[in-house]
């Protein structure tokens, strides 16, 4: 049996070395002149309101710009990029697509911009699991994935494969974070379903502890191209530090598709892999009694018990988590908590013994209303939660939280960002 073929390429001049990254991997052999070829970036968020930094976070413009000219130069002309990212609390597609200047690729190419999520999704049978898939990811002929080479805290990466799920509605997204299934055996579903032709990692930046801008890029100057889209995720695994046999939509896929999750059945062509491993860590560091963060515990901050996230957790209370830390580790005045927990997911149950219990968002309010632990229930029922009800909720039991920490917090997060270290966000524009 032949083996897969996969290309990495070191990033210097974004045209020559996407165009570079194809010819190696024969990118573009599946691929007919009259395709109809939909484009899929990560560009999961963006912040209109704090200071936002993209790198590692969203796909680079200047290695999706590079794509359509070469796409374009080969002759495909019917070219449509197309993503659901997340509603805060309405959909952004558009505006992302505007803020990263994807309408000079409309002007000038003819392509297509599509925010799945103001269009048609189809209730669709993935073998046993079945979710709503976006009408312009089916109606296409060829798929062009483009993910970020990025860690993510409950499923260690985001490349390829995790890419796609932002090809389903919000339900549909919310149900792959279901109490009685496991993530990693959702969206591998979705990868299998559908036609995609060639992966293309973008990895201009790392991410650590993503998937959000909370984490911490790295510079690493990386593209990595193949046809066959788990090979590609192999790759991208162990250049950020990971087999591909520990994580487990990797494993899971490769069992839904008959492939094959270890590296010595690839052939590997351009960069060393070798010289290329730059491991980032994909999750953040609990205390052993799950009591928060390691930092508050290193700050003496008692009276407090956060647990920690699941994988029951969906993207719209993840973003909302580490706002929350922040202002809970800002309010730390060195007297203790009045001995709280907070709660989040879906499978979390208040524990005995706190005075109160904080239910961070609708999932765990239903799942612990009538849980006989609770002695008084702060209930954010949101569906994403409020932060300002969350705000004037610890106010009113003698924690000063305040936003305004937070805002400070994104702030200094944007800045840390150097154009000295390579963070230019010149790449973000096309």
């Given at each position: ?43 999961v ?134 109490r ?59 250049l ?7 994580v ?21 062509v ?6 290329n ?36 957790m ?41 005075d ?7 999932c ?15 209930a ?51």
């Amino acid at each position: 049996m032949s083996k897969s073929l996969v290309a990495v390429v070191k990033f210097h001049e974004a045209y020559q070395s996407v165009r570079r990254a194809l010819e190696l991997s024969d990118g573009l052999a599946g691929l007919k002149s009259g395709d109809r070829i939909l484009i899929k970036p990560n560009l999961v968020s963006w912040d209109f309101d704090l200071p936002f930094p993209p790198y590692g976070v969203v796909t680079t413009s200047a290695v999706l710009a590079a794509l359509v000219q070469v796409l374009a130069e080969e002759g495909f002309g019917d070219i449509t990029i197309g993503e659901g990212p997340l509603m805060v609390p309405k959909t952004i597609g558009q505006a992302m697509y505007k803020e990263l200047g994807y309408h000079v690729l409309r002007d000038r190419y003819g392509v297509k911009l599509v925010d799945f999520n103001e269009e048609k999704f189809v209730q669709t049978d993935l073998g046993g699991l079945t979710l709503h898939l976006a009408e312009s990811a089916l109606a296409a002929d060829k798929i062009i994935n483009v993910p970020v080479l990025k860690t993510h805290n409950q499923t260690r990466v985001s490349l390829g494969i995790k890419n796609l799920k932002g090809c389903i509605n919000r339900a549909s997204k919310m149900h792959c974070h279901g109490r009685d299934v496991e993530l990693s055996h959702t969206f591998p579903h979705i990868a299998a379903r559908l036609p995609v032709a060639l992966t293309l990692i973008d990895g201009v930046f790392g991410l650590a502890k993503g998937p959000g801008p909370t984490g911490t890029a790295r510079r690493l100057d990386l593209l990595v191209a193949s046809r066959d889209m788990l090979a590609a995720d192999v790759v991208g695994a162990a250049l950020l530090g990971y087999r591909a046999s520990a994580v487990e939509h990797l494993t899971y896929y490769a069992r839904l598709t008959g492939g094959s999750v270890d590296i010595h059945d690839l052939e590997l062509v351009g960069e060393p892999l070798e010289q290329n491993i730059h491991p980032l860590e994909y999750d953040w560091e609990w205390t052993p009694d799950n009591t928060g963060p390691l930092g508050y515990a290193k700050r003496g901050i008692t009276g407090l018990a956060v647990r920690k996230y699941d994988s029951t957790m969906c993207t719209g209370c993840s973003m909302l988590f580490n706002p929350v830390l922040v202002m809970l580790m800002a309010a730390f005045k060195g007297e203790p908590f009045p001995n709280v927990e907070l709660i989040s997911g879906k499978v979390q149950q208040a524990s005995p013994g706190f005075d109160y219990t904080v239910l961070f968002g609708l999932c765990p309010y239903k799942l612990n209303r009538d849980n006989p632990h609770i002695k008084k229930a702060i209930a954010i029922k949101g569906c994403p939660p409020d932060l300002q009800e969350f705000e004037q909720a610890m106010r009113e039991i003698g924690i000063p939280c305040n936003y305004q920490d937070y805002v400070q917090y994104r702030h200094y997060i944007f800045h840390r960002y150097k154009a000295a270290d390579g963070f230019d966000l010149a790449l973000f524009k096309i």
